[in-house]
């Protein structure tokens, strides 16, 4: 079914019909038609994920899967219809979107600093598991051993909306960056050193929200002439920059990141196809926020809940202790440390496939980027 996006009371179909002289939809038709379908597509999956496992490391996967699928699609559309990307009033929407992707890339960083420090915490777990070994006798050195890791850990004194916060000193001034490893093929290679410049790292004073609002600025459905002056390549461009807005602020949601903020003004015409799923995670994600519980949280990416809860019910377990433990106190104890081997199972599985793909979308966005400008110029 041709997909048509109703405007003001018109469509696309309807704003082109005085260009189109055949039954047959175009090549372009097809091509764009087809993209919003995989997209709306994508998100309704994403959407028929449970409350439970929404922002979960296997969920936020799936999200970067579908930015990195949907990039490709995007980047050859524009590949395909090059003769009209060099012509007004296309130029400028394009450059205008590889500008606004630029902005992502210091949200790429400082998840990758995020993740680093769900790292730290999960070697402060995998030290409570070596003390507290199922082989051994649990003595009151060993769970000494296991408390001091556990006080390490303090995930629920990191308030990550403070510049000054425990999560900002210990991995905001890292100076990590993606774009170390970028190597032009191009022998000039002045624009992989402005990429170098704008993204090398997250300063102090960096802030994610002003990150992701400068990311949303400006960020407006097409008027009803540039969709007819671009045949309808303008929405594709819309979608796709509304797909990294989305993206971006699902990672600051649920990863630890300096001045963390989710009250982002993001809305999407309910008309189109794909509006309703992310429009709905959009909510979902922020009620999630509002929970007293998350309130202040450093992310609320579920295996971080997990790794809070385990450290709670070990502390809570610490202080009703007497030793030599007696049987009961001993098989409780061995039940605690079997939910840490399970949440460090998790992490173990989930982080470093993450971070390969944070990686990936901070190179796709370079890469397009420049290929975008040379297609332009």
Not at 231 to 241: K, P
Request: hydrophobic letters at 35%; proline letters at 2%.
């Amino acid at each position: 079914m041709r997909f048509a996006t109703r405007y003001k009371g018109s469509s696309i179909v309807n704003l082109r019909a005085t260009q189109v002289h055949s039954m047959e939809y175009s090549s372009i038709d097809k091509e764009l038609n087809l993209f919003q379908k995989h997209v709306s597509d994508r998100f309704n999956e994403l959407s028929s994920i449970s409350n439970d496992n929404l922002l979960s490391l296997s969920w936020v996967s799936k999200l970067l899967d579908t930015f990195l699928c949907c990039q490709e699609e995007f980047k050859m559309i524009l590949h395909n219809n090059r003769s009209m990307v060099c012509k007004p009033p296309l130029d400028r929407l394009v450059n205008d979107f590889y500008e606004r992707s630029v902005k992502a890339l210091d949200v790429c960083n400082a998840i990758r600093d995020g993740v680093e420090q769900i790292r730290q915490w999960e070697k402060s777990l995998e030290i409570v598991l070596c003390a507290l070994d199922h082989k051994r006798i649990i003595g009151e050195g060993q769970f000494r051993r296991a408390k001091k890791a556990l006080v390490d850990l303090e995930i629920g004194k990191i308030d990550a909306s403070s510049k000054d916060s425990n999560n900002v000193s210990s991995f905001g001034n890292r100076n990590r960056s993606f774009g170390r490893n970028i190597v032009s093929k191009d022998k000039d290679s002045s624009q992989v050193g402005h990429f170098r410049s704008l993204s090398w790292s997250v300063s102090r004073n960096w802030s994610a929200a002003k990150q992701l609002q400068a990311l949303g600025t400006n960020l407006c459905f097409p008027k009803s002439n540039e969709l007819v002056a671009t045949n309808g390549l303008a929405l594709a461009i819309y979608t796709m920059s509304s797909i990294l807005l989305f993206t971006m602020w699902s990672l600051v949601a649920a990863i630890p990141c300096q001045e963390r903020g989710l009250h982002l003004n993001f809305s999407v015409p309910r008309q189109l196809p794909w509006a309703s799923p992310m429009m709905s995670l959009h909510e979902r994600i922020l009620e999630k926020s509002k929970k007293r519980e998350r309130k202040n949280c450093c992310g609320l990416l579920k295996e971080i809940q997990e790794i809070e809860k385990c450290a709670r019910g070990m502390n809570e377990l610490a202080d009703s202790l007497e030793f030599p433990l007696s049987e009961e106190k001993e098989e409780e104890v061995r039940v605690n440390v079997e939910d840490v081997v399970n949440v460090c199972e998790g992490l173990k599985d989930g982080l470093d496939p993450l971070e390969r793909q944070v990686r990936e979308v901070f190179h796709r966005i370079v890469r397009g980027r420049m290929e975008g400008l040379d297609s332009v110029s």
